[in-house]
């Protein structure tokens, strides 16, 4: 019978250590392209931005699983799966407009694309994080 809650301790820890893993990798990428994104537009470099909209684009892959989510998130905090998962969405939604106002030269359009993924980013932030 021990034996049996030592091995799921090990395993439950395990799981939370993982998710913490993907969850950091995530949010290291997706950091990594958002200041790509802002690079590019800085310099008027639009393979610079494509390139970050890639990472993004990679890194809310592994963001955008509820399961993951919710092993990531403390104790206190699990009911907001929610909350980050729309903003995983929203996310998605934003670097698609994003491309096409690139593909259509309307630089403007994508750059208030990239803005509101960074909104969407801080929110997600400020509720789950309680800034």
Known sequence: MKLGKI????????GV??????MQ?????MEQGMTQIQQGFLNNNVELIRSGVKLV???NKLFSEEKVIAQYLPKDKKHMVNVASNAAKRINLDINILELNLDDKAYLNAANAYSDILNACSRCHSIVRSW
Do not use: R
């Open 17 to 22: 250590a993982n998710a913490q893993d993907v």
């Open 57 to 59: 684009k990679d890194g």
């Open 7 to 14: 091995v799921l301790a090990c395993t439950l820890a395990l």
């Open 25 to 29: 990798k995530s949010m290291s990428i």
